[in-house]
């Protein structure tokens, strides 16, 4: 009995250790550190954040603003995933040079390739300025009041902030609006790449794998930062020189197995945990399936266009890849939510928050809070989904109805204000040019075809004979002359007439309509916010993701996605042989990296069981944004690469479970047996810092 008795309190404690979180790097002191060490870390608060000192933060970029980056070489060499480089990648190829399809790798700086508009950003040091920019805000003001106020004093924290010229700052909310930080940023623009494996390799698996365990994809590149003569953030120039970090990461050749710490450090994009469980019923029930249904139809054409042509393969490779990303996730989401009865055990909670709220004498002031979202969720359903529907199809996947929808914003500014005419055609000329760069009438056709029908408008395909839209020379003739002959232009053309109303619908009805009943909820969530701390104190609170840095922490650990089925932690280059399909768009491998396996050329990257490993599962709680963060051990070394989570556990979005919820990360073995053995970049090798730690 004693002994049940203490066992339960073990499982407690370490079910309590892996409940997820995304943690503020300056506030990692106490409960965070002491978490982090019962888990194993041997690292202090200190070692991963400090304002006076080099630490971990310091080799942490944000990279592009969306993914995440690690500086590990004294000569600014940054490793990020291969996704996270993608357009770069693909921006550089062409049929003859196809980089995407054989990989690159710069063998001497002066190959290194440049990349316009690239950057990557690191965090000087983090403040809490909650009490300037709340000032003068109170209750009785109305939202817009509030919001106003608090822009208003943001922007003057900003600007009273003392900073050096290079750098930057920016504020953030936190806790919905309860809490504010300042961040000081330094941004580099020369970024230039450096590295990457073929598709086969970076992508392996593609879409079939995608959001899947077991994994076997090589999913990195790299890149090097270059910086002035005073080692400063500098526009690209050919004088400038290879960055001298403050701190770069190490790298572990002796990795991981089950039970290990891990800690993920990076930019998570965006979270929702504390919904109301109506929210998240809306959200998979209704709103979800209908954008899943949308991607799908658009999916069908362009899949099967890439398949029987090369052109198509390149042209559209980055954004297919984009389109299938979401919507299989989407679909994981569901199938999470629904096997763990996460809308059933979320109701259970609000029934303890509602008890509480008796007990604690809160319910007067919070007790219409959830009532009041079950009846602002009905409301706003329908009038969210429609406004989604028609973001996905016009902006994620039908491009001509996109260049409608920029050439519809320019009208309304040369009506409005014709006097900037030539920024607006500049900007719409800008955007028309990067849709043509990849763009095939044929593709787009049959996703037209597809999507428009499940927006509910009716489809006239003729306009795709008859618009200028779709070549990019009779396009830009429609943005000859005045602003009235620009007007007439685009008016006389088949395909914006046929978008024109559809637009302006959407302007002038259905996003109004989304703000007024979005208004009301995210001021609701504020609250609830509020009245989850003040009702349930001791509960652990950790702020959703905002695209700031982050710590996340757990174990090597593996899963079950269903009874009797156990993954592994950890998969090995023989998975990778295992499920080689010759010629296949997404399981073929390079005959070099099978006949490595054959004779076992490892070199230093195997482990001690003598296979190379490739990818490892933990309970790291992860998302979007986190796409390129370091995996880091107990001793501040880099051991993987974060790229993905499991597919029944990509709900951690609203829902983090530790039973099934888990990030997949490159183990860095196998990336720099690829730069090695497979590319022989070795003069790479010898830039980075290899330890051994475990022995
Ligand atoms: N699912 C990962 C993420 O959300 C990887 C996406 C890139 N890979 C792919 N097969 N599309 O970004
Ligand atoms: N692949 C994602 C990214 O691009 C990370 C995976 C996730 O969403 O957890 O950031």
Redesign the pocket.
Known sequence: MRFLKILFLFIVFQASAQQGGMWIPSLLEGMNEDEMQSLGSKLTAKDIYDVNNSSLKDAIGHFNGG?TSEVISDKGLVLT?H??GFSQIQSHSSLENDYLKDGFWAMSLEEELPNEGLFIEFIVSIHDVTDVVLKGVNDAMTEKEKQSQITKNSNEAMKNWSKETWQDVKTKSFYKGNQYFLFVTERFEDIRLVGAPPSSIGKFGSDTDNWVFPRHTGDFSMFRIYADANNRPAKYSKDNKPYKPKHFLPISLDGVEEGDFTMVFGFPGRTNEYLPAVAIEHITKDYNPTNIAIREAALKVIDQKMKESDAVRIKYASKQARIANAWK?WIGENLGIDKSNAVEKRREFEATFTKALKERGLESKYGTILPEFDKLYKDFSPINIKRRNFIEVFLVTNELMQMTFRAYQVEQTLIANPQNIERAKASLIGRLKSIHKNYDVDVDKGVYQNVMPLYGKKMDASIYDKTAFTNLESALKLLEGSAEDVIKNLNNDAAYAYAKPIIAEFFNTIDREFQQKNTPITALQTQYMTALMDALPNARYFPDANSTLRVTYGQVRGYSPRDAVYYNPVSYLDGVIEKYVPGDYEFDVPKKLRDLHKTKDYGQYADSNGKVPVCFLGTNH??????GSPAIDANGNLVGL????VWEGTMSDMNYDPEICR?IMVDLRYVLFIVDKYAGAKHLIDEMKLVHPKQ
């Open positions: 993914c995933n996704h996270c996730k992860t998302t979007g944004g986190n796409s974060n790229f993905d989570r990030n």
